[in-house]
């Protein structure tokens, strides 16, 4: 341990269980001596979470429903009572209704393009907003994103325009905080074998088309997710902002697959 957190609290938003790229991140901010607060969504994840928080000394947890002004009002003013400030959230939040993330983009209804939207783009925007007001000598927001914001992935369909829009608010959110000493960026790991990324149609088939065919032949892990989560929360990343960080194995600079599976 470099004790490169030590120091900073943070909130961990979106981890579903112990393969969730969130709990990577955590476990790697924890690691370097940050002090961690978690937000949950229902009882079912709140259960699953628990011991989690708990293995790396962790009880300030909140129920959040991100689609619900007074319950982020709630979660932020709980941490705002209980810690006075924060120096980094960590934003891992997204859904799309899996029976649309199977078949063609173009049947995208209008009430799932909505809340898709909501709930994986806004909510990183109204998350700052609060964050923002906790951050008096500059701090950190990172979020999650996917290639299938710039590059069309099979069944990926509105997720890719949420993601899209989500690597767009970065870049917006960055200008905006800049001034006050906070920093904005996403990371963008390849395919994982999460809970959120088994509602994808053909998820095993892109894990292991990206897994063949990356320059290091290889998808991206846990441990290097959170590492990259490190860099950009840390004071090693005290000029990186505004960046879509890409840590896919190179499988993102290809324009076709290896000769070997052609």
């Known amino acids: 341990m470099a004790d ?14 112990e393969r969730s790229i969130a709990w990577g991140i955590a476990k790697a901010l924890h690691g370097e001596g940050a002090e961690l607060a978690f937000s949950y969504q229902g009882a ?18 909140v129920d959040v429903d991100v689609t619900d ?33 199977t078949g063609r983009f173009i049947n995208t209804t209008r009430a799932n393009f909505q809340n898709s939207l909501t709930i994986s783009c806004f909510s990183f925007i109204d998350v700052a907003r609060r964050a923002a007001e906790l951050m ?3 701090g950190t927001l990172l979020t999650l994103t996917y290639q299938g914001s710039n590059r069309v992935t099979p069944f990926y369909n509105v997720m890719g325009v949420a993601k899209a829009a989500l690597e767009s608010s970065v870049r917006y959110l960055a200008n905006d905080l800049g001034p006050q000493g906070i920093r904005v960026n996403a990371i963008s790991p390849g395919p994982m074998k999460t809970l959120a990324g088994a509602a994808i149609g053909g998820a095993r088939k892109t894990f292991k088309t990206t897994e063949a065919n990356a320059p290091m032949r290889s998808n991206a892990t846990l441990e290097a997710v959170g590492g990259t989560a490190v860099y950009l929360a840390s004071d090693l ?26």
């Not at 009572?81 to 899996?98: C, E, M, N, P, R």
């Open 4 to 17: 490169l957190m030590k120091g900073k609290r943070g909130l961990v938003m979106g981890v579903a269980n």
């Open 44 to 61: 079912a994840f709140g259960k699953r979470l628990a011991p989690l928080a708990a293995s790396i000394g962790s009880d300030l947890m």
């Open 237 to 262: 990343g005290a000029c990186t902002t505004g960046e879509i960080i890409i840590v896919d194995g190179g499988f993102h600079v290809l324009s076709m697959a290896q000769p070997e599976n052609l």
């Open 136 to 138: 008096p000598d500059g």
């Open 69 to 101: 002004d007074g319950s982020m009002d709630a979660c932020f003013d709980t941490l705002k009572q209980t810690w006075g400030s924060l120096d980094f959230v960590v934003h891992a939040i997204a859904y799309s209704d899996k029976n649309e993330l």
